[in-house]
C-alpha cells in the first residue's frame, strides 16, 4: 500500500488532523512525495482516530478499556468523534461523485491532543513525557482499526496509513508486517520527534501488545 511518488491521474483523499502546528508539515510532505495539487482534503480532529473509535476504545494497551474505570470515562467521545466519522464518510462520498478515488491515505500525529482526551485511559503520553513506543504503538492501533473501518465502507480503495511526527518524518505502517518504514524526512531536528534520527526508507519494528 505505498502512496505514489509522482502525481497519479486521479487524485488521491487524504485525511490528517486539524491541528494548526501540523497544517504546513502534512502539507509539505503530500507536496515532496509528488502530490501537490493531487489529493482531495478532509480533516479531523484526532486524525484517524474517530474511524471506528469504538473498537479502538475495545482494545487494552492500546485503546481504552480499563476494567476499573467506567466505559464512559475510558471512552468520552462516542457522540462527536460518531460526527466526525459520519463528515469523514460525507467528504469521501462527494469526492467520489467528482473522480474516481482509489486511495484512501490516513495521516496521524505526533502529540495528539485529541488522543489524549479520547482515549484517557490508553496510556497515551502526557505532554512533555517522552515514552515515543507507546505513542507509536497507540497510533498503529487507531490506524489499523481505521483503514479496517474504511475499506469496509469503500471496498475498492487502498489505504496506506502514515504517522508525522515534530519534524515533519513520516512512517508508514503496514498492518500486516506491524512494522514502519519512513517515507519521508522531515525539516526539523527536535530529538522529541518520535522518528528522529532515523533514515529513508529505514524499516522500523516497534514491539506492541495491543494487535
Known sequence: MSLPTVPPAVPIF?????????DALSAEFLRAIGLANSYFLATNAGAALPLNYKKTCKHSGCGCHDKKQSSKKCCPGKEPLDVLQDSFVTNLSIALTLRPITT???LNHQDCGAIRAFLPCSGYPLV???NKNKEICINAQILT????????KFPQMTVPLGLIDVNGTVGQYDVLTRSWTIIHIGPGSDPD?????????EVVHIPCNCH
Open 14 to 22: 487524504a485525511s490528517y488532523c486539524n491541528d494548526f502546528r501540523y
Open 104 to 106: 484512501v491515505f490516513l
Open 128 to 130: 512533555g513525557e517522552v
Open 145 to 152: 482499526n481505521a483503514q479496517a473501518y474504511v475499506k469496509k
Open 193 to 201: 520527534g518520535l522518528w528522529f534520527g532515523r533514515t529513508l526508507n
